[in-house]
Every structure is written in structure tokens, then in C-alpha cells.
């Protein structure tokens, strides 16, 4: 577990932290820093920004990778910065954020006056398909490549260092989560992100890794997409698509389920 700011690339740093296994990249430029994603409540988004004060540069933008509570719940603690994201993303904090936030004060009651303050803070500048953001002499590109772990995923491309963001499309875990994702879907979007991969890939969560892993990934993914069509078209039964699907059986059950309310 990385305990510092680690420079993958020129002037591209990433830090694993503990809680959440969570890894937080920082683009630094002649203007300023891009981060990414703030963490799961407003306490450890303060963390951040203190440990961010050991990189050159200020913070002058924030990039949402995607909706869920421990990407963005850190978000109130960088205003007035701009925050980047998917358009959907602000519609998927609005629509799940509350809910979310009252579930975590239950589940987690040592963090529960951390999550009771936690103001919902959704992206200010958004985007459907791609869009550039200028740091002085280097431009980093947001992209939305299609449905996949949510359907307001983004990837952020730093084209003149060859790193690749890949927020939660891919995990250095066991499996990917699937509670808000679309499995069919997911494959052919991993397919559009490998075409992006030059060098190394930054997962939302645990180390980077590099093309070789991210192969086999997309074509897990796409396995279990031919598996849930399988099961949804009644073709195979539950055991039997455990017994072909890639990923644990919890994961396998959890992604049917979401499949088949994709094809419905």
C-alpha cells in the first residue's frame, strides 16, 4: 500500500490509500493540477488536500471519474474549483447520492458523523462525449466511451505521458463491481478504452497495470456478457453461468441480475 505521492509518469502521480484500497491521480501542469475524484466524505477529502500540498502546483480542477459516493463525496471540499464529469453524473448524484448517504451513516457507524456531513456536490463542468482540459503545456482529454460500471463512467487520457485513468471500468480485484452497471454493454466499452492504452492504466482502486492486464480484463468482461445473454434468453441456468463466468459467483449472480434489466 502506497503511503506517498508515487510519479508514474512525468508530472503524473498516483497515491493508494488504505481506506477503500481508493488510488487518487494528480496531473500536474504549467497551470496547475487536475485531480482525480475527492474521496468518500469531507474528512478525507481534507486528507487529500494536505497531502496534495507535497506536489508543485495548485489544485486548479477536479475530474469526477464516475457517480458513486466514494468518488465524489469529497467534491464540497475543492469548491469553488471546477469539477469535471459526465453529464449523467450530476443526474446520478441527485438521483442516489441522499440515498446513499443515509445507507452509509447506517452501515458504517464509527464514520457516521463524517457521512452525516457530506454536502452533495455534483461536476460544474460537463460533457457528454469528450472533452479537453487545458493545464498550460499539456491537455489532458475526458472521455465517456459508453455504458459500463455506470452509465456516466469516464476515462481521463494524459496523451503526452501514455497513462490512462480508468477510474472503476476496471479493477485490480477479484471483480469488478457491478451494483449500478451494465454487463452487455460494458464489454464493447472496454474494447473503445484499449484502443486509448499506450502505456500504463489507473484503476479507481489498487495499482496500475498495464495492457497485457487489461486485455484479459476486457475479455472477461466480454465472456460474461456472452454468459448473461445466455441466462437471460433462458438458454443456461444460474449454476451453469457461475460455472462459465469469469468472476467469483456473488459477482456472477449481482451481474446477471443487472443484465437482465439491461436487455430488458
Known sequence: MTSSWREVADRVWIRRYESLDQ???AIGGAAGLAVIDTRA???LADELRDDLRQLPGEVIA????HGHW???FGNARFVPLPIWGHVRCVEFIAATGEAARVRLIESYPDDADAFREVVLTPPTEVFEGSATLDLGDRQLDLRHLGRGHTDNDVV???PDASVLFAGDLLENAPAPGFGDSFPIAWAATGRRLLDLVAGAVVPGHGDPFDRSFTERQ???LAALAEVARDAAAGVIGLDEAIRRSPFPADAT???LERARLELE
Open 23 to 25: 488510488t487518487i491521480g
Open 41 to 43: 466524505n469531507h474528512r
Open 62 to 65: 477536479v475530474i469526477n471519474t
Open 70 to 72: 466514494d468518488h465524489v
Open 156 to 158: 481521463v487520457l494524459v
Open 218 to 220: 476486457v475479455d472477461e
Open 253 to 255: 449472480g449481482e451481474a
